[in-house]
């Protein structure tokens, strides 16, 4: 069974940083991409960031400068470095892995918290 765990949420003071982990495990399928989306109170799920192959980086308009994705293949996993917080930052990330096997299937994990508050 395929299990995808967010960490390194938490909160955090205007201007600071957080770095969020993405791990994968149960799988022996290549990981195609791995992306962050993120969820406040009272608002749909938004993308944030996403690595694909080649190293090719997106990432959403209000986070650009900010956020940096990034991955190990050899572990499987994925990062969010955040820094200069925002309290508009303040929701639940949730990491999308794409497993590839010739087709494609994503799977999310739960999500972690981050809040950014003085």
């Known amino acids: 069974q395929v299990n995808i765990v967010e960490s390194g949420g938490g909160l955090v003071q205007p201007g600071g940083s957080l770095r969020l982990s993405c791990s994968t495990s149960?799988?022996?399928?290549?990981?195609?991409?791995m992306a962050w989306y993120r969820q406040a109170p009272g608002t749909e799920r938004e993308f944030v960031a996403a690595i694909l192959p080649g190293a090719n980086r997106q990432y959403a308009d209000s986070v650009k400068g900010r956020f940096t994705v990034s991955r190990d293949n050899a572990k499987n996993s994925g990062y969010l470095q955040m820094n200069d917080l925002k309290p508009e930052d303040t929701a639940a990330y949730y990491c999308?892995?794409?497993?590839?096997?010739?087709?494609?299937?994503?799977?999310w994990g739960q999500g972690t918290q981050v809040t950014v508050a003085s």
């Open positions: 999308k892995v794409t497993l590839t096997w010739g087709r494609q299937r994503a799977y």
């Open positions: 149960g799988t022996t399928f290549d990981v195609y991409s």
